[in-house]
């Protein structure tokens, strides 16, 4: 089995490469795929800083993952419009009246577009990339005593089992018609996702398999919330049109429920899933 310091090392150098892969793309075109990709990519080295976090009290690890947070958050809403975009294209023929949505999403899009697009060029990963290696160096010194490595491990395995313990609350908390408790149950997820994704080799009976399992469970949930979003949007839309156009409208807004609705039906058929997620 590797030794603590590979794996988290590994994990580090890996996620950053992939989030500098990423963060090139989205310069050179901020589309829907590449927005998508690099929140997943900035998402997943944000979740091996906070695992070194419990081993390393170093404050450089939360500001960088803290600058790393605010440029996700960033891209966020550049990524919920390109998603309620091709959601109401869709629905278009059918709903005549979505073409002023349609355009004013359009016009949200292309504005989010420059801003993000200006805030990404500005981005100077130089200073990250030395926290990066200075961190890699920090963990080599820290577990250079065999000794070390047993208590770096248990303290990791830790951070994976509280993460675990989290969604698992969150998991009991959901109920089916009140999306916020979905939503929460989501993000704790995910932070647990992650963190398994980073510290797989430390959990050898968690298999490929595994993980895209966690994957598709958790595009599950990602359709839910995206549907939520979505129903908020066209429901203020809807509020905003004169009498006229609100009639037709009601109808597309009953069609969204609907298909929420079902998708949350779905999910919680599956929702118990997550205890077999859980393999030491």
């Known amino acids: 089995m590797s030794s603590i310091s590979t794996i988290l090392i590994s994990s580090l150098a890996q996620r950053w490469q992939k989030f500098l892969s990423e963060l090139r793309r989205c310069k050179r075109s901020p589309s829907e795929e590449s927005v998508h990709d690099l929140r997943v990519a900035t998402r997943r080295l944000v979740s091996t800083l906070a695992i070194l976090e419990v081993i390393l009290p170093d404050d450089r690890i939360r500001r960088t993952r ?12 550049l990524r ?9 294209q869709a629905k278009s023929r059918q709903y005549p009246e979505l073409e002023t949505l349609i355009t004013i999403l359009k016009v949200r899009e292309r504005l989010l577009m420059k801003s993000i697009g200006n805030r990404i060029r500005k981005v100077r990963t130089m ?10 160096t920090e963990l080599r010194t820290q577990f250079s005593n065999p000794g070390s490595h ?22 009991e908390q ?14 704790a997820f ?10 797989q080799p430390l959990f050898p009976s968690i298999r490929k398999k595994d993980l895209k399992a966690m994957d598709a469970y958790q595009t599950r949930l990602g359709n839910i919330q995206d549907a939520e979003v979505l129903g908020g949007r066209v429901a203020r839309f809807t509020l905003s049109r004169p009498p006229a156009v609100r009639r037709p409208l009601a109808g597309y807004r009953r069609e969204q429920e609907q298909e929420k609705r079902k998708l949350i039906a779905a999910f919680l058929k599956s929702a118990d899933d997550i205890y077999g997620f859980w393999k030491k």
């Not at 919920?80 to 109401?88: E, I, K, N, P, S």
């Not at 200073?127 to 890699?136: E, T, Y």
């Not at 959901?174 to 993000?187: A, C, G, K, L």
């Open 66 to 77: 803290r600058r790393l947070k605010r440029l996700f958050d960033a891209l966020s809403p």
């Open 190 to 199: 995910k932070k647990f996702r992650y963190t398994m994704e980073a510290l």
């Open 80 to 88: 919920d419009v390109q998603v309620q975009l091709l959601t109401v």
């Open 150 to 171: 047993a208590g770096g491990r248990t303290a990791v395995q830790g951070a994976a089992a509280a993460a675990f313990a989290c969604a698992v609350f969150r998991r």
């Open 127 to 136: 200073q990250w990339g030395r926290a990066i290696a200075s961190l890699k």
């Open 174 to 187: 959901i109920v089916s018609n009140d999306p916020q408790t979905i939503h929460r149950f989501r993000v």
